[in-house]
C-alpha cells in the first residue's frame, strides 16, 4: 500500500507508530482525539460528509473538509479547503494510510497534495510556502492523540 505513487506537488510524512491501527484511525476520526494533536473540529469518517477544522480565534481561518474516502482502519482522505477572503484558497487533498506492523504497530503515511504554483502563498501565512503543509509543521502532530509512539520522521 505504501507504493502508492505520490504526486510531485505533495508533502509526504512517514511515521512508525507504538500503537495498533484501530487505535490510530481513532486519533485520526474522532473529534476529541484530533482536536488532541490537530485543531478542533466536526469530524465524521463518513463518505461525502463536510467538516470544519478550526483554529484559535482571531489565528488561524477554518479549514473546510469533506471525506473522500473512508475505510477503517486503514485509509481515510478528505479535501482541505482553507478560508480566506485576502488570499487564494487552497484547495488540497490530505491522505491518511495506515499500515500494521509486525510489531504490532502501525507505519503511517501522511500525504497532503494539490501544492500547485498557484499555492505558492499560503492563506494561513500570507508568505512564500516552503514544500510543507500544515499538517507537517505541526508539532503536536508528533504526539499524536495516542500518547507514547515514536517520533515523527518529517
Same mark, same amino acid.
Given at each position: 500500500?505504501?507504493?502508492?505513487?505520490?504526486?510531485?506537488?505533495?508533502?509526504?510524512?512517514?511515521?512508525?507508530?507504538?500503537?495498533?491501527?484501530?487505535?490510530?484511525?481513532?486519533?485520526?476520526?474522532?473529534?476529541?482525539?484530533?482536536?488532541?494533536?490537530?485543531?478542533?473540529?466536526?469530524?465524521a469518517?463518513?463518505?461525502?460528509?463536510?467538516?470544519?477544522? +478550526?483554529?484559535? @480565534?482571531? *489565528?488561524?481561518? /477554518?479549514?473546510?473538509?469533506?471525506?473522500?474516502? #473512508?475505510?477503517? %482502519? $486503514?485509509?481515510?482522505?478528505?479535501?482541505?479547503?482553507?478560508?480566506?477572503?485576502?488570499?487564494?484558497?487552497?484547495?488540497?487533498?490530505?491522505?491518511?494510510t495506515?499500515?500494521?506492523?509486525a510489531?504490532?504497530?502501525t507505519?503511517?503515511?501522511?500525504?497532503?497534495?494539490?501544492?500547485?504554483?498557484?499555492? +505558492?502563498?499560503? @492563506?494561513? *501565512?500570507?508568505? /512564500?510556502?516552503?514544500?510543507?503543509?500544515?499538517? #507537517?509543521?505541526? %508539532? $503536536?502532530?508528533?504526539?499524536?492523540?495516542?500518547?507514547?509512539?515514536?517520533?515523527?520522521?518529517?
Open positions: 500500500m505504501m507504493s502508492d505513487p505520490t504526486p510531485d506537488d505533495a508533502v509526504v510524512v512517514d511515521c512508525d507508530l507504538d500503537h495498533p491501527p484501530e487505535k490510530v484511525w481513532r486519533a485520526l476520526t474522532e473529534p476529541e482525539l484530533l482536536a488532541a494533536w490537530l485543531l478542533p473540529n466536526d469530524i469518517a463518513e463518505e461525502g460528509r463536510h467538516f470544519t477544522l +478550526r483554529g484559535a @480565534p482571531g *489565528t488561524d481561518k /477554518p479549514v473546510d473538509c469533506e471525506v473522500l474516502a #473512508a475505510e477503517p %482502519p $486503514r485509509l481515510l482522505r478528505y479535501s482541505w479547503r482553507g478560508r480566506d477572503a485576502e488570499a487564494r484558497p487552497l484547495d488540497t487533498v490530505v491522505t491518511f495506515l499500515d500494521g506492523t510489531a504490532g504497530g507505519r503511517l503515511r501522511i500525504v497532503h497534495s494539490g501544492f500547485g504554483v498557484e499555492a +505558492r502563498a499560503l @492563506p494561513w *501565512t500570507g508568505r /512564500p510556502a516552503p514544500r510543507r503543509s500544515r499538517l #507537517a509543521a505541526q %508539532p $503536536r502532530i508528533k504526539a499524536m492523540a495516542v500518547g507514547g509512539g515514536r517520533r515523527w520522521a518529517a
